[in-house]
C-alpha cells in the first residue's frame, strides 16, 4: 500500500543520494591517501636534506 500523497512508482529511498554519497566517500579516502603519501614523501626529502643543515660549520 502507498504512502499517503506518495506518486505510485516511486521507490521510497532515492538511489541518486546513496549513489553521490558513495562517490564521495571514495573521493574522500583518495584524498586522504594521496596527502598521506604526499606528507610521507615530503619527510623522506626532508630527512635526506636535514644533515646538510644538521650544525654550523666551524672556520
Partial sequence: MAAAGAPTGVPGTE???QVD???AHQLRDLIKALSWFYVRASMVV???LWPAFD???TP
Fill in 21 to 23: 554519497s558513495s562517490v
Fill in 46 to 48: 626532508v630527512g635526506q
Fill in 15 to 17: 538511489s541518486g543520494v
Fill in 55 to 57: 650544525a654550523l660549520t
